[in-house]
């Protein structure tokens, strides 16, 4: 059975502009290959309502799993829960759980809960609290779509508590070789072996290190003996 | 009149998975920010014909340009360049002028052009090379795509020579303004200030750093006078 797949949303103007360099799709690309499911397509779009909402409804519909980095703190700028909630027609408010999660983590402050921060426990119909251990205004699924935070410790946080209510596929294995050699040396061999292993995704990476050309060669399947003959047959083909 | 749209493509299964961190994606949005171009999307697509071919046309309909990223190469999973031209309907050959660089640039280095670095001169139909000072194999431009290498620094040089040529709109002015304190607590006066400016681009972005909030706000606008007249208003509703 193939594994599932997933997809992610990064939203945010700071990271178009360059201010900002996204770090959470890195962590969640990691996590969820680790986990056995497929990161398929990342997307990311501006603070903008009507992208956010479309982004939303075609990766929904695309993909097993789709998770949203960003957009759900307390300033104007914040807009990506009534946009998640706006792609699956449905209402959202404040809601007595969220609230009551962020009250008493200002109360523990000496902070109060404004309207702004209020902001946070909006909640579309039907969704599921995702816990935030840091700084409680909570993420949410709904549909198949997790919508988490941007801030690297919050959205980690968030992650590593849904990741275990996903059902992974077998997890997927992964060799790799370094060959100090052009990739357009290895290029006719390597695809010679990729094509006697079609179940098994081999991929060249050309690096250039203190003027010498290389390239790592990277094996990922999920079958085990699969991964280990063809690294066989690879050390073979390209000898230290 | 708005400044001109971008879009971004980066191709490849070894962000998806994890084993690699786009280093593209930053390097783009700030060289296009300052240039007066709107990155406006982002998407990463594996190594998949379909995936590649969609992303092609939905983003080349949708924004004045698209820049790739990746899957350039001589192996057999560099597959950019005839999905390419599958999205746009074109034929995709070896081209003479592609070739003769490729060729001068391996005698040079005593290598031979082989078959599969002979894959790296196929040009879709009516593109234009771009230049590759680096490795020599061309980028190109076919209608509104320019399709670029994923290595970072052969990316950067090709951006560099394609940056001239493109008309950028009135570059983008920033400024920015450090507040400790917690972002629901200048949230209010923040969206405030926002809905006075609507020409203006007010973004909130939260940090965390020794154990005390605060929010880089940031003010952008291609209109210096209003740029400065909204962070002297800051300046006074967020006092050092």
Chains 1, 2 share one sequence.
Do not use: W
């Not at 990342?42 to 956010?52: G, K, P, Y």
């Not at 700084?135 to 919050?154: D, K, Q, T």
């Not at 849904?162 to 997927?172: N, R, S």
């Not at 079609?198 to 010498?212: A, E, W």
């Amino acid at each position: 059975m193939p594994n599932p797949t997933a997809a992610m949303l990064v939203i945010g103007d700071e990271i178009l502009s360059g201010r900002t360099r996204d770090a959470n799709m890195n962590h969640l690309a990691k996590e969820l290959t680790s986990h056995g499911i497929a990161l398929t397509e990342v997307r990311v779009v501006s603070d903008d309502a009507e992208a956010i909402t479309k982004a939303v409804q075609a990766l929904s519909a695309a993909y097993d799993h789709v998770f949203t980095s960003g957009g759900i703190g307390p300033t104007h700028d914040d807009i990506t829960a009534e946009n998640v909630a706006r792609a699956f027609d449905r209402p959202i408010s404040v809601r007595d759980d969220a609230r009551a999660a962020l009250q008493s983590h200002y109360d523990r402050q000496g902070l109060e809960l404004n309207e702004a921060r209020l902001r946070m426990a909006r909640i579309p119909d039907g969704a599921t609290l995702i816990d935030n251990p840091i700084s409680a205004a909570p993420g949410f699924l709904i549909e198949n779509v997790y919508v988490m935070a941007g801030v690297p410790s919050i959205f980690n946080a968030m992650l590593a508590g849904v990741l275990p209510t996903l059902t992974g596929g077998a997890p997927v294995l992964s060799q790799s070789l370094q060959v100090f050699r052009g990739e357009g040396d290895i290029a006719g061999p390597l695809g010679d072996l990729a094509a006697r292993y079609p179940d098994l995704s081999i991929g060249s990476y050309p690096f250039q290190r203190d003027g010498v050309f290389g390239a790592q060669i990277v094996v990922r399947g999920q079958d085990g003996a699969q991964v280990d003959a063809a690294m066989a047959e690879l050390n073979r083909t390209f000898p230290a």
